[in-house]
Protein backbone atom coordinates (compact mmCIF):
# COMPACT_ATOMS: atom_id res chain seq x y z
CA UNK A 1 0.00 0.00 0.00
CA UNK A 2 1.13 3.69 -0.85
CA UNK A 3 2.82 5.13 2.19
CA UNK A 4 3.12 9.15 3.23
CA UNK A 5 4.96 10.96 6.14
CA UNK A 6 2.61 13.41 8.02
CA UNK A 7 4.26 15.64 10.85
CA UNK A 8 2.75 16.93 13.39
CA UNK A 9 5.49 19.52 14.60
CA UNK A 10 3.91 20.81 17.65
CA UNK A 11 4.93 17.31 19.26
CA UNK A 12 7.64 16.77 16.77
CA UNK A 13 6.36 13.57 15.74
CA UNK A 14 6.15 12.11 12.12
CA UNK A 15 4.15 9.20 11.50
CA UNK A 16 4.24 7.10 8.22
CA UNK A 17 0.47 6.10 7.19
CA UNK A 18 -1.15 4.23 4.56
CA UNK A 19 -2.87 6.95 2.36
CA UNK A 20 -6.05 7.77 2.76
CA UNK A 21 -6.01 8.08 6.50
CA UNK A 22 -7.35 11.17 8.10
CA UNK A 23 -5.31 13.65 10.34
CA UNK A 24 -7.80 13.19 12.97
CA UNK A 25 -7.01 9.37 13.15
CA UNK A 26 -3.34 10.33 14.31
CA UNK A 27 -3.25 14.05 16.13
CA UNK A 28 -5.62 12.17 19.22
CA UNK A 29 -3.14 9.54 19.29
CA UNK A 30 0.28 11.22 18.99
CA UNK A 31 -1.45 13.65 21.31
CA UNK A 32 -0.96 16.64 19.22
CA UNK A 33 -2.60 20.20 19.97
CA UNK A 34 -4.81 20.14 17.34
CA UNK A 35 -8.00 19.94 19.10
CA UNK A 36 -11.72 18.10 18.28
CA UNK A 37 -15.43 18.16 19.22
CA UNK A 38 -17.91 16.41 16.99
CA UNK A 39 -15.25 14.83 14.48
CA UNK A 40 -18.15 14.72 12.12
CA UNK A 41 -17.87 18.33 9.85
CA UNK A 42 -20.08 20.06 12.03
CA UNK A 43 -18.44 21.99 15.17
CA UNK A 44 -14.86 23.37 13.25
CA UNK A 45 -12.81 22.64 16.29
CA UNK A 46 -10.35 20.31 15.03
CA UNK A 47 -8.88 23.34 12.48
CA UNK A 48 -5.28 22.68 11.99
CA UNK A 49 -2.35 24.51 9.90
CA UNK A 50 -0.75 23.03 7.07
CA UNK A 51 2.78 23.91 7.01
CA UNK A 52 3.99 22.13 4.00
CA UNK A 53 2.20 19.65 1.30
CA UNK A 54 -0.90 20.99 0.55
CA UNK A 55 -1.22 19.56 -2.35
CA UNK A 56 -0.69 16.31 -1.10
CA UNK A 57 -4.62 16.50 0.99
CA UNK A 58 -8.08 15.86 -0.38
CA UNK A 59 -9.58 18.73 -1.88
CA UNK A 60 -11.70 20.53 0.28
CA UNK A 61 -15.76 20.33 -0.15
CA UNK A 62 -17.94 23.20 -0.17
CA UNK A 63 -19.33 22.00 3.50
CA UNK A 64 -15.91 22.01 5.01
CA UNK A 65 -15.05 25.31 3.73
CA UNK A 66 -18.47 26.84 5.59
CA UNK A 67 -17.46 25.25 8.91
CA UNK A 68 -14.33 26.61 8.18
CA UNK A 69 -15.11 30.29 7.33
CA UNK A 70 -17.64 30.56 10.44
CA UNK A 71 -15.61 29.19 13.11
CA UNK A 72 -13.07 32.02 12.17
CA UNK A 73 -15.77 34.24 12.36
CA UNK A 74 -15.45 33.05 16.23
CA UNK A 75 -12.16 33.01 16.56
CA UNK A 76 -10.87 36.01 14.77
CA UNK A 77 -9.72 39.31 16.33
CA UNK A 78 -12.20 41.69 15.21
CA UNK A 79 -14.85 38.96 14.29
CA UNK A 80 -17.56 41.10 16.62
CA UNK A 81 -17.19 43.96 13.94
CA UNK A 82 -17.54 42.17 10.83
CA UNK A 83 -20.30 43.78 8.91
CA UNK A 84 -20.26 41.55 6.32
CA UNK A 85 -19.65 37.48 6.18
CA UNK A 86 -19.49 37.59 2.36
CA UNK A 87 -16.66 39.98 2.66
CA UNK A 88 -14.27 38.18 4.74
CA UNK A 89 -15.43 34.83 3.00
CA UNK A 90 -13.96 36.79 -0.06
CA UNK A 91 -10.94 38.14 1.24
CA UNK A 92 -10.07 34.86 3.05
CA UNK A 93 -10.25 32.72 0.26
CA UNK A 94 -8.24 35.33 -1.79
CA UNK A 95 -5.61 35.04 0.24
CA UNK A 96 -5.52 31.41 0.03
CA UNK A 97 -6.80 30.68 3.98
CA UNK A 98 -9.64 28.27 3.47
CA UNK A 99 -8.79 24.79 2.00
CA UNK A 100 -4.98 26.14 1.80
CA UNK A 101 -3.40 26.52 4.97
CA UNK A 102 -6.16 25.93 6.80
CA UNK A 103 -8.42 22.52 7.14
CA UNK A 104 -10.41 20.33 9.25
CA UNK A 105 -8.60 17.22 10.91
CA UNK A 106 -11.61 15.11 10.53
CA UNK A 107 -11.90 15.93 6.41
CA UNK A 108 -9.02 15.77 5.61
CA UNK A 109 -7.53 12.41 4.67
CA UNK A 110 -3.49 12.24 3.11
CA UNK A 111 -2.32 11.08 -0.07
CA UNK A 112 1.40 12.17 0.27
CA UNK A 113 3.76 13.72 2.59
CA UNK A 114 2.62 16.59 4.77
CA UNK A 115 3.57 18.98 7.45
CA UNK A 116 0.78 20.51 10.76
CA UNK A 117 0.31 21.99 13.16
CA UNK A 118 -2.27 23.07 15.32
CA UNK A 119 -3.50 26.74 14.79
CA UNK B 1 -51.61 31.65 38.18
CA UNK B 2 -52.17 31.46 34.35
CA UNK B 3 -51.83 35.07 33.46
CA UNK B 4 -48.76 36.46 31.49
CA UNK B 5 -46.96 39.19 33.70
CA UNK B 6 -45.90 42.17 32.66
CA UNK B 7 -42.09 43.37 32.14
CA UNK B 8 -43.03 46.43 30.40
CA UNK B 9 -45.40 47.79 28.01
CA UNK B 10 -44.56 45.89 25.41
CA UNK B 11 -43.33 42.85 26.72
CA UNK B 12 -44.61 40.17 28.77
CA UNK B 13 -43.44 36.70 30.20
CA UNK B 14 -45.54 33.77 29.12
CA UNK B 15 -43.22 30.85 30.30
CA UNK B 16 -44.41 27.61 32.71
CA UNK B 17 -43.94 27.42 36.54
CA UNK B 18 -42.20 23.73 36.91
CA UNK B 19 -42.35 23.53 41.02
CA UNK B 20 -42.56 20.05 41.84
CA UNK B 21 -39.36 19.12 39.77
CA UNK B 22 -36.32 17.72 41.74
CA UNK B 23 -33.56 17.45 39.55
CA UNK B 24 -32.72 18.73 36.25
CA UNK B 25 -31.10 17.18 33.03
CA UNK B 26 -29.59 14.11 35.45
CA UNK B 27 -27.00 15.74 36.46
CA UNK B 28 -28.98 19.11 38.55
CA UNK B 29 -30.29 18.88 41.83
CA UNK B 30 -33.66 21.33 41.56
CA UNK B 31 -34.80 21.84 45.58
CA UNK B 32 -37.82 24.39 44.74
CA UNK B 33 -38.26 23.48 40.84
CA UNK B 34 -37.82 25.50 37.73
CA UNK B 35 -39.33 27.82 35.29
CA UNK B 36 -39.17 27.89 31.76
CA UNK B 37 -39.03 31.38 30.39
CA UNK B 38 -40.66 32.62 27.07
CA UNK B 39 -41.35 36.18 26.39
CA UNK B 40 -43.74 38.23 23.44
CA UNK B 41 -42.48 41.70 22.34
CA UNK B 42 -45.10 43.76 20.72
CA UNK B 43 -44.11 45.89 18.01
CA UNK B 44 -46.13 48.33 15.66
CA UNK B 45 -45.59 45.82 12.85
CA UNK B 46 -46.00 42.31 14.59
CA UNK B 47 -45.86 40.29 17.72
CA UNK B 48 -41.75 38.19 18.60
CA UNK B 49 -42.38 34.92 20.53
CA UNK B 50 -38.88 34.53 21.96
CA UNK B 51 -37.99 31.18 23.45
CA UNK B 52 -40.42 28.18 24.49
CA UNK B 53 -40.99 26.14 26.94
CA UNK B 54 -40.67 21.95 27.78
CA UNK B 55 -43.07 20.01 25.92
CA UNK B 56 -44.65 18.59 29.32
CA UNK B 57 -45.30 22.40 30.34
CA UNK B 58 -46.67 23.35 26.48
CA UNK B 59 -50.13 24.29 27.82
CA UNK B 60 -49.26 27.21 30.26
CA UNK B 61 -47.04 28.53 28.01
CA UNK B 62 -49.99 28.33 25.18
CA UNK B 63 -52.70 29.54 27.62
CA UNK B 64 -50.25 32.61 28.18
CA UNK B 65 -49.34 33.49 24.91
CA UNK B 66 -53.11 33.49 24.06
CA UNK B 67 -53.60 35.90 26.51
CA UNK B 68 -50.98 38.40 25.28
CA UNK B 69 -51.47 37.56 21.05
CA UNK B 70 -53.31 35.72 18.85
CA UNK B 71 -51.87 33.52 16.39
CA UNK B 72 -51.95 35.52 13.09
CA UNK B 73 -49.94 38.09 14.88
CA UNK B 74 -46.84 36.30 15.42
CA UNK B 75 -44.24 37.18 12.52
CA UNK B 76 -40.95 35.99 14.51
CA UNK B 77 -40.17 33.19 16.71
CA UNK B 78 -36.32 33.13 18.40
CA UNK B 79 -34.55 30.64 19.46
CA UNK B 80 -31.79 31.70 21.75
CA UNK B 81 -30.83 27.78 22.14
CA UNK B 82 -32.41 24.38 20.75
CA UNK B 83 -32.23 22.25 24.29
CA UNK B 84 -35.25 20.61 24.45
CA UNK B 85 -36.72 22.67 27.60
CA UNK B 86 -36.64 25.49 25.25
CA UNK B 87 -38.36 24.28 22.45
CA UNK B 88 -40.49 21.61 23.26
CA UNK B 89 -43.51 23.97 22.32
CA UNK B 90 -41.93 24.71 18.84
CA UNK B 91 -43.37 22.32 16.78
CA UNK B 92 -46.92 23.34 17.82
CA UNK B 93 -46.76 27.35 18.13
CA UNK B 94 -45.08 26.52 14.63
CA UNK B 95 -48.72 24.69 13.89
CA UNK B 96 -50.49 27.61 15.09
CA UNK B 97 -48.38 29.98 13.58
CA UNK B 98 -47.35 29.02 10.32
CA UNK B 99 -46.63 32.42 9.25
CA UNK B 100 -43.67 32.89 11.46
CA UNK B 101 -40.33 33.20 10.58
CA UNK B 102 -37.84 31.42 12.47
CA UNK B 103 -34.71 33.03 13.37
CA UNK B 104 -31.60 30.64 15.53
CA UNK B 105 -28.03 31.17 15.50
CA UNK B 106 -25.68 30.08 12.64
CA UNK B 107 -24.49 26.89 14.86
CA UNK B 108 -28.02 25.86 15.74
CA UNK B 109 -28.74 24.81 11.65
CA UNK B 110 -28.04 21.64 12.06
CA UNK B 111 -29.69 21.05 15.58
CA UNK B 112 -32.92 22.38 14.23
CA UNK B 113 -33.11 19.96 11.71
CA UNK B 114 -32.35 17.20 14.36
CA UNK B 115 -34.80 18.50 16.26
CA UNK B 116 -37.85 18.65 14.45
CA UNK B 117 -36.72 15.61 11.82
CA UNK B 118 -36.85 17.73 9.17
CA UNK B 119 -34.91 18.96 6.25
CA UNK B 120 -37.27 21.61 4.26
CA UNK B 121 -37.60 23.96 7.32
CA UNK B 122 -37.51 27.52 6.60
CA UNK B 123 -35.41 29.92 8.69
CA UNK B 124 -32.94 32.69 8.98
CA UNK B 125 -29.72 31.96 10.42
CA UNK B 126 -28.42 35.45 12.26
CA UNK B 127 -25.08 36.27 13.91
CA UNK B 128 -24.36 39.31 16.16
CA UNK B 129 -24.47 41.81 13.32
CA UNK B 130 -28.32 41.01 12.34
CA UNK B 131 -31.36 42.71 13.46
CA UNK B 132 -35.29 42.28 12.69
CA UNK B 133 -37.51 44.54 12.95
CA UNK B 134 -40.99 45.08 14.65
CA UNK B 135 -41.70 48.00 13.24
CA UNK B 136 -41.44 50.41 16.37
CA UNK B 137 -39.38 47.83 18.29
CA UNK B 138 -36.21 46.10 17.02
CA UNK B 139 -34.53 42.89 18.48
CA UNK B 140 -30.65 42.45 18.01
CA UNK B 141 -28.50 39.03 17.92
CA UNK B 142 -25.60 38.59 20.05
CA UNK B 143 -23.44 35.86 18.90
CA UNK B 144 -22.87 33.97 22.43
CA UNK B 145 -21.60 30.52 21.41
CA UNK B 146 -21.39 27.52 23.77
CA UNK B 147 -23.01 29.06 26.75
CA UNK B 148 -23.50 26.23 27.15
CA UNK B 149 -24.01 24.87 23.87
CA UNK B 150 -22.49 25.65 20.28
CA UNK B 151 -25.90 27.44 19.56
CA UNK B 152 -26.68 29.43 22.45
CA UNK B 153 -27.05 33.02 21.18
CA UNK B 154 -28.36 36.05 22.74
CA UNK B 155 -31.36 38.75 22.12
CA UNK B 156 -31.48 42.36 22.59
CA UNK B 157 -34.30 44.45 22.64
CA UNK B 158 -32.77 47.66 21.53
CA UNK B 159 -35.33 50.41 22.43
CA UNK B 160 -35.88 48.48 25.66
CA UNK B 161 -32.45 47.65 27.13
CA UNK B 162 -33.53 43.98 27.45
CA UNK B 163 -31.17 41.56 27.02
CA UNK B 164 -33.24 38.14 26.55
CA UNK B 165 -30.12 36.37 27.65
CA UNK B 166 -31.33 31.97 27.49
CA UNK B 167 -29.51 30.26 29.77
CA UNK B 168 -26.75 32.76 30.62
CA UNK B 169 -27.41 34.38 34.04
CA UNK B 170 -30.22 31.99 34.56
CA UNK B 171 -30.97 29.53 37.20
CA UNK B 172 -33.53 26.90 38.53
CA UNK B 173 -35.47 28.30 41.04
CA UNK B 174 -39.23 28.66 40.66
CA UNK B 175 -41.12 31.37 42.30
CA UNK B 176 -44.49 32.86 40.68
CA UNK B 177 -43.37 36.37 42.11
CA UNK B 178 -40.95 36.14 39.23
CA UNK B 179 -38.79 39.45 39.58
CA UNK B 180 -35.61 39.12 41.69
CA UNK B 181 -36.79 42.06 43.43
CA UNK B 182 -39.62 40.04 44.78
CA UNK B 183 -38.73 36.26 44.77
CA UNK B 184 -37.01 34.49 47.55
CA UNK B 185 -33.47 34.24 48.36
CA UNK B 186 -32.12 32.65 44.82
CA UNK B 187 -28.65 33.25 45.57
CA UNK B 188 -26.93 30.12 45.90
CA UNK B 189 -29.30 28.82 43.21
CA UNK B 190 -27.36 31.45 40.86
CA UNK B 191 -24.44 30.25 41.62
CA UNK B 192 -25.23 26.52 41.48
CA UNK B 193 -26.35 26.97 38.02
CA UNK B 194 -22.91 28.88 36.81
CA UNK B 195 -20.99 26.12 38.34
CA UNK B 196 -22.56 23.17 37.09
CA UNK B 197 -23.53 24.51 33.25
CA UNK B 198 -21.08 27.70 32.74
CA UNK B 199 -17.86 26.88 34.15
CA UNK B 200 -16.64 24.50 31.39
CA UNK B 201 -17.19 27.39 29.13
CA UNK B 202 -15.66 29.84 31.09
CA UNK B 203 -13.09 31.41 28.18
CA UNK B 204 -16.55 31.38 26.32
CA UNK B 205 -18.06 33.42 28.90
CA UNK B 206 -15.40 36.12 29.16
CA UNK B 207 -15.83 36.55 25.33
CA UNK B 208 -19.79 36.44 25.56
CA UNK B 209 -19.07 39.61 28.54
CA UNK B 210 -17.04 41.20 26.17
CA UNK B 211 -19.83 41.59 23.99
CA UNK B 212 -22.28 41.98 26.80
CA UNK B 213 -21.17 44.91 29.17
CA UNK B 214 -20.68 47.92 27.07
CA UNK B 215 -24.32 47.46 26.45
CA UNK B 216 -27.19 49.55 28.62
CA UNK B 217 -29.15 47.19 30.47
CA UNK B 218 -32.33 47.66 32.17
CA UNK B 219 -33.77 44.06 32.20
CA UNK B 220 -32.14 40.85 31.94
CA UNK B 221 -34.17 38.44 31.10
CA UNK B 222 -32.95 34.41 31.06
CA UNK B 223 -34.86 31.27 30.26
CA UNK B 224 -34.83 30.04 34.02
CA UNK B 225 -35.11 31.41 36.87
CA UNK B 226 -35.99 35.05 38.22
CA UNK B 227 -35.89 38.07 35.67
CA UNK B 228 -33.55 40.11 36.89
CA UNK B 229 -34.49 43.64 36.62
CA UNK B 230 -33.21 45.45 39.85
CA UNK B 231 -29.72 45.93 39.22
CA UNK B 232 -28.96 43.49 36.63
CA UNK B 233 -25.31 44.55 35.79
CA UNK B 234 -24.72 42.96 39.39
CA UNK B 235 -25.15 39.07 37.71
CA UNK B 236 -22.99 40.37 35.34
CA UNK B 237 -20.40 41.62 37.53
CA UNK B 238 -20.35 37.96 39.89
CA UNK B 239 -20.12 36.38 36.09
CA UNK B 240 -17.29 38.04 35.69
CA UNK B 241 -16.16 37.37 38.99
CA UNK B 242 -16.78 33.90 38.86
CA UNK B 243 -14.77 33.03 35.41
CA UNK B 244 -11.90 35.00 36.51
CA UNK B 245 -8.86 33.68 38.45
CA UNK B 246 -8.77 33.34 42.02
CA UNK B 247 -5.74 34.24 43.40
CA UNK B 248 -3.12 35.80 41.99
CA UNK B 249 -1.45 33.13 40.36
CA UNK B 250 3.00 32.87 41.12
CA UNK B 251 3.30 30.97 38.07
CA UNK B 252 5.12 33.64 34.92
CA UNK B 253 4.15 33.34 31.74
CA UNK B 254 6.51 31.60 30.15
CA UNK B 255 6.76 28.92 32.51
CA UNK B 256 4.04 25.58 32.67
CA UNK B 257 2.64 23.80 35.21
CA UNK B 258 2.17 20.29 35.83
CA UNK B 259 0.17 18.51 38.77
CA UNK B 260 0.77 15.08 39.45
CA UNK B 261 -2.08 13.37 41.80
CA UNK B 262 -1.15 9.95 43.41
CA UNK B 263 -2.94 7.42 45.58
CA UNK B 264 -0.40 4.58 47.36
CA UNK B 265 -1.07 1.54 49.31
CA UNK B 266 2.18 0.54 50.27
CA UNK B 267 4.72 3.47 48.93
CA UNK B 268 5.80 2.20 45.65
CA UNK B 269 2.96 4.99 43.51
CA UNK B 270 4.51 7.96 46.18
CA UNK B 271 8.46 6.96 45.24
CA UNK B 272 7.04 6.82 41.74
CA UNK B 273 5.12 10.11 41.67
CA UNK B 274 8.19 11.68 43.08
CA UNK B 275 10.65 10.79 40.53
CA UNK B 276 8.54 11.89 37.88
CA UNK B 277 7.93 15.13 39.91
CA UNK B 278 11.90 15.47 39.43
CA UNK B 279 12.32 14.82 36.15
CA UNK B 280 9.91 17.32 34.84
CA UNK B 281 11.52 19.93 37.04
CA UNK B 282 15.02 19.10 35.07
CA UNK B 283 13.27 21.22 32.22
CA UNK B 284 13.74 25.17 32.18
CA UNK B 285 10.37 26.72 32.96
CA UNK B 286 8.34 23.80 34.37
CA UNK B 287 6.35 24.02 37.85
CA UNK B 288 5.73 20.70 38.67
CA UNK B 289 3.48 19.89 42.17
CA UNK B 290 2.85 16.63 44.18
CA UNK B 291 -0.71 15.90 45.38
CA UNK B 292 -1.41 13.46 47.45
CA UNK B 293 -5.58 12.49 46.38
CA UNK B 294 -5.41 10.80 49.86
CA UNK B 295 -5.07 14.26 51.81
CA UNK B 296 -7.89 15.86 49.85
CA UNK B 297 -10.80 15.72 47.51
CA UNK B 298 -11.97 16.03 43.66
CA UNK B 299 -13.74 18.94 44.56
CA UNK B 300 -10.48 21.08 45.97
CA UNK B 301 -8.66 19.49 43.67
CA UNK B 302 -10.59 20.06 40.47
CA UNK B 303 -9.65 23.87 40.65
CA UNK B 304 -5.92 23.59 40.57
CA UNK B 305 -6.35 21.26 37.67
CA UNK B 306 -8.49 23.86 35.54
CA UNK B 307 -5.81 26.59 35.75
CA UNK B 308 -2.68 23.62 35.21
CA UNK B 309 -0.95 22.88 31.84
CA UNK B 310 -0.26 19.23 32.62
CA UNK B 311 -1.98 16.59 34.71
CA UNK B 312 -0.27 13.59 35.69
CA UNK B 313 -2.23 10.74 37.69
CA UNK B 314 -0.75 7.90 40.04
CA UNK B 315 -2.62 5.13 40.78
CA UNK B 316 -2.39 1.10 41.94
CA UNK B 317 -4.24 -1.23 40.69
CA UNK B 318 -6.95 -2.81 42.54
CA UNK B 319 -9.11 -5.74 41.77
CA UNK B 320 -8.36 -4.66 37.99
CA UNK B 321 -9.11 -1.38 38.61
CA UNK B 322 -7.79 2.81 39.47
CA UNK B 323 -8.85 3.18 43.05
CA UNK B 324 -11.87 5.35 43.31
CA UNK B 325 -10.26 8.40 44.56
CA UNK B 326 -8.66 8.44 41.06
CA UNK B 327 -11.70 8.10 39.42
CA UNK B 328 -13.56 10.74 41.34
CA UNK B 329 -11.22 13.25 39.86
CA UNK B 330 -11.24 12.52 36.79
CA UNK B 331 -14.92 12.46 36.74
CA UNK B 332 -15.05 16.01 38.46
CA UNK B 333 -13.25 17.09 35.19
CA UNK B 334 -16.55 17.60 33.40
CA UNK B 335 -16.77 20.60 35.72
CA UNK B 336 -14.20 22.68 34.15
CA UNK B 337 -12.63 22.77 30.37
CA UNK B 338 -9.90 20.13 30.26
CA UNK B 339 -9.36 19.63 26.56
CA UNK B 340 -5.82 19.93 25.12
CA UNK B 341 -4.71 19.76 28.49
CA UNK B 342 -1.53 17.45 28.52
CA UNK B 343 -2.39 14.50 30.51
CA UNK B 344 -0.64 11.20 31.65
CA UNK B 345 -1.20 8.14 34.26
CA UNK B 346 0.88 6.41 36.41
CA UNK B 347 1.33 3.30 38.70
CA UNK B 348 2.46 0.61 40.69
CA UNK B 349 0.78 -2.97 40.49
CA UNK B 350 0.75 -6.43 42.23
CA UNK B 351 -0.16 -8.62 39.40
CA UNK B 352 -2.66 -7.54 36.79
CA UNK B 353 -2.26 -3.81 36.61
CA UNK B 354 -4.27 -2.62 34.50
CA UNK B 355 -5.23 1.03 35.85
CA UNK B 356 -2.79 2.97 34.04
CA UNK B 357 -4.39 2.02 30.59
CA UNK B 358 -8.00 2.95 32.18
CA UNK B 359 -7.03 6.08 32.88
CA UNK B 360 -5.01 7.07 30.07
CA UNK B 361 -8.80 6.09 28.04
CA UNK B 362 -10.57 7.96 30.16
CA UNK B 363 -8.24 11.20 29.76
CA UNK B 364 -7.81 10.60 26.15
CA UNK B 365 -11.88 10.51 25.70
CA UNK B 366 -11.45 13.85 27.62
CA UNK B 367 -10.16 15.24 24.86
CA UNK B 368 -6.73 15.91 26.51
CA UNK B 369 -3.75 15.13 24.83
CA UNK B 370 -1.32 12.10 25.86
CA UNK B 371 1.77 12.27 23.82
CA UNK B 372 3.92 9.79 26.30
CA UNK B 373 2.20 6.00 27.28
CA UNK B 374 2.33 5.91 31.12
CA UNK B 375 4.87 4.13 33.23
CA UNK B 376 3.83 0.49 34.84
CA UNK B 377 5.64 -0.81 37.63
CA UNK B 378 4.89 -4.81 39.08
CA UNK B 379 5.60 -3.88 42.73
CA UNK B 380 8.55 -2.00 44.30
CA UNK B 381 10.44 -0.19 41.85
CA UNK B 382 13.97 -0.85 41.15
CA UNK B 383 16.54 1.82 40.14
CA UNK B 384 16.58 1.11 36.47
CA UNK B 385 12.37 1.73 36.96
CA UNK B 386 12.98 4.62 39.41
CA UNK B 387 14.93 6.39 35.99
CA UNK B 388 11.62 5.14 33.74
CA UNK B 389 9.57 7.29 35.81
CA UNK B 390 12.47 10.21 35.99
CA UNK B 391 12.63 9.67 31.78
CA UNK B 392 8.47 10.22 32.15
CA UNK B 393 8.65 13.16 33.78
CA UNK B 394 11.34 14.73 32.17
CA UNK B 395 9.67 13.98 28.74
CA UNK B 396 5.97 15.37 30.40
CA UNK B 397 8.08 18.68 31.15
CA UNK B 398 9.77 18.67 27.08
CA UNK B 399 6.09 18.13 26.21
CA UNK B 400 4.98 21.25 27.70
CA UNK B 401 7.41 23.07 26.89
CA UNK B 402 7.72 21.84 23.52
CA UNK B 403 11.41 20.81 23.30
CA UNK B 404 11.10 17.23 23.21
CA UNK B 405 13.33 15.36 20.44
CA UNK B 406 11.70 14.35 17.13
CA UNK B 407 10.25 10.70 16.98
CA UNK B 408 9.68 8.62 14.10
CA UNK B 409 6.71 6.11 14.18
CA UNK B 410 4.66 3.70 12.19
CA UNK B 411 0.98 4.16 12.27
CA UNK B 412 0.19 0.60 13.10
CA UNK B 413 3.16 0.91 15.89
CA UNK B 414 0.87 3.68 17.23
CA UNK B 415 -2.20 2.38 17.36
CA UNK B 416 -0.84 -1.08 19.04
CA UNK B 417 0.73 0.60 21.64
CA UNK B 418 -2.70 2.63 22.70
CA UNK B 419 -4.55 -0.66 22.31
CA UNK B 420 -1.96 -2.81 24.50
CA UNK B 421 -2.54 -3.79 28.38
CA UNK B 422 0.70 -4.51 28.93
Redesign the interface.
Known sequence: MAKAKVTFSDVNVTVNVPVGTRIIELSEAVGSYIAYNCREGDCGVCLFEVIKGQENLSPVSKEESSVILTRFQEIMDGWRTTKSLDALQEKMQRENFIGKHCRLACQTQVFGDVVVAPL | MTQPVWLSERVQWIGALDPTMRSFDIVLKTPNGTTYNAYAVRGSEGVAVIDTVKEACAEQFFTRLEAVASYDEIKVIVLNHLEPDHTGALPELMRRAPQAKLYIS??AQ?MLKALLNQQDIDYTPV???DTVSLGDRTLRFL?T?YLHW?DTQCTYLEEEYMLFSGDVFGCHFCDERLFNDKVGDFRFAFEYYYAHIMRPFREHVLNAL??LEPLRMNIIAPTHGPILRDQPKRYMQRYRELSGQRLQSEVNADEKTLVIFYISAYGSTTQMAQMIRAGAEQVAGVRASLYDMEGGDADLFVDLVEDADGILIGSPTINGDAVKPAWDLVSSFAKINV??K?AGAFGSYGWSGEAVRMLEDRL?GL?M????SGVRIKLIPSSEELEECRRYGQEAGE?LM?V????????AD??AS?QAQV
Not at chain 2, 369 to 372: E, F
Not at chain 2, 404 to 411: H, I, K, Q
Open positions: KSLGTSHPPAIRGLRKRLPQHGNAPRVLDMLLR
